[in-house]
């Protein structure tokens, strides 16, 4: 289903990768797979798919957080042991993850003051992070005085600071009110271009995938597999006015013909 | 401010309730506010009382630290591990609700009459709180913090150390706040039945003499302490907090 791809431009490669829990053959549950999917090098890929189907086991493995039970997933090239986060990938979560107990500024520094970089070089980058995402007259301040999207933001900057390579988001938006999440996702497009990395989008929010990405990968009902993927015509400068283009509204319908059947099958997966 | 002037008006209120006990019940059982506050100034001035203070400060200080540290040490332990919590916190919970002073013939039997044994006892009445409280803070915690620090690349004693026990410190300074009164009244406790000295031990001393005027100058003072301490502890409590609820 993949295109050819030379090794140098797949930056994500996934192999028959399956998951399955628990070892009991009575209980256990096959979460996923298999899988195959290269990402490419620089490109924004969104993940869309039912409730359940598996999108956040997805993101695990190729974030390093969880181990594959079957087939390989390769970042640059290295396989992905499901132990360690490698170097070079970030990741922001859907939920709160700032720490609550750190400034806005030393949030964002944490990582980098972590792997031992010079005071000079870490306020130069925190600075150049806060300014980027727009924190910076709240860079004294603390979370927890701050709106869920701000505090949603210093963790992507915490993330960004570390100048990763891949950026891995598991439905970064999904607590945040619709005009934010349209706002944060032209953030994103920004610092997509800005950095030149390959971002990872997990999302349910179909508008959001077809507005967002470069491509689009659509799941099936648990096990989670790539049934579509769907290219974008949107160019690298797009923004939320893609909305307003006829063909945005074929590309959600395509979206959402072909996970309508899935959505059901996985709504009777829970009734059953 | 206005939390400050809120505080004023309740100890205003129980100085009055106080004098109109005092009224109702006359000097059988009471003493009025400021023959009480006359006398307590005279006690502290008194020859031997700071000895006697000091000997109490130096048990309550070494049994506040064991039960920090013991308390702090075993929550953490337990709240890192899912199993050694399950297993552990009902323990804890019924060491916890157990009427310690029933283990007090115990605790004089190991560490004799003195010193060590009112560590020993106002020790045990703070370790209990204060692991349960740790413990607690350890397992309410959100599980995308593990899950962020392993992004960060951190290990695990990294992770515990930089993200997790800072996470919880605020309600494990609870727990301390708990802990820290418990362990008063252990000290206290202990100093009442089995000792030469400190304040437990005069305290005693008054009511086996019948000597309301003592006993009333010295609940003041440990009332006043108390309540102080715990003032300060809430008011740093509210600063770890960084405006959270």
Known sequence: MNVAATDAAVHIGLRGVTR???????????????IDLDLRRGEFFAVVGPSGCGKSTLFDIVAGLSPATDGTATF???????RTVPEGVGVVFQEDASFAWLTVADNVAFGIRRAGLGAAEVKRRVDDTLAFMGLRDFAAAYPAQLSGG???????????????RLILLDEPFGALDQQTRLIMGEELLKLWRETGATVLLITHALDEAAMLADRVGVMSARPGRIIDLVETPW?????????ADPRFGEITARLW???????????SQKAG | MTSARNNLLVILALIALWQLAYWAIGDLALRPPLDTLCKAAALIASEGFTAHLAETMRAFALALGIAVVVGVGLGFCLGMSRLAGEVGEPLLVSF???????LYPIVLLIFGIGMPSKIAFGAIHGI??????TLGALRNLPPVLGRTSRALRLNRWQSAWTVLLPAARPEIFTGLRLGFSLT???????EMFASQRGIGFLLMQAIGLHDTDVIMALTLLIVAFAITASMALLAVDKRLRHGAA
């Open chain 1, 235 to 243: 160019g690298k400068d797009r923004d939320s006015r893609v909305v």
């Open chain 1, 150 to 164: 701000m505090r949603q933001r210093v963790c992507i900057a915490r993330t960004l600071v570390q100048r990763p």
């Open chain 1, 257 to 267: 013909t072909r996970l309508r059947d899935e959505s059901m099958s996985a709504l």
């Open chain 2, 96 to 102: 916890y609700s157990l009427p310690k002073i029933t």
């Open chain 1, 20 to 34: 399955i829990f628990g070892t009991d053959p009575r209980t256990r549950v096959n979460a996923l797979g298999p």
């Open chain 1, 76 to 82: 640059e090239g290295r396989p992905l042991d499901g």
């Open chain 2, 184 to 190: 008063l009244i252990g000290t206290l406790l202990g």
């Open chain 2, 128 to 133: 209990m709180p204060i692991a349960i409280f």
